[in-house]
């Protein structure tokens, strides 16, 4: 898959997305998916999906890696890399449950992730317009 839009930062959470993936629990869809956090420290997060036998409760990797991230201390997430762990994955683009757990971190977080063998650098403004939100304060 091409990654020649991506810059050398972008690609990087990438292969750490793929590493994450690596470590996957998925007896039931043997789909492994893993994704990697910036945070605004600069420090990179990473998650894997885990899957339970009870379909609903598995975990996706996108909300596991931010979850990792903020138990670590971010405040802030500036991007995230969602990658296959199977080779020939064209298309991997985050769930409509994850987009608006992303959301919730700013509408200019980066999403990485590909789209028919090319890899894409969008904000998840984009991926989920009119995001449901509650104003704090």
Not at 9 to 33: E, M
């Amino acid at each position: 898959m091409s990654a020649s839009e991506l810059t050398e930062g972008q690609k990087d959470l990438v292969a750490a997305a793929r590493a994450a993936a690596a470590r996957a629990y998925v007896p039931y869809s043997r789909f492994s998916v893993g994704a990697a956090v910036l945070g605004g420290s600069g420090r990179v997060h990473v998650g894997c999906n885990v899957e339970n036998s009870s379909y609903p409760v598995g975990l996706c990797a996108e909300r596991n890696a931010v979850g990792t991230a903020v138990a670590e201390g971010e405040s802030h997430v500036l991007a995230i890399a969602v990658a296959s762990g199977q080779d020939g994955v064209a298309t991997l683009t985050p769930c409509g449950m994850c987009r608006q757990f992303l959301s919730e971190f700013g509408a200019a977080l980066v999403v990485i992730f590909p789209v028919d063998g090319v890899w894409r650098a969008t904000p998840i403004s984009e991926l989920l317009p009119s995001a449901f939100t509650l104003e704090v304060g």
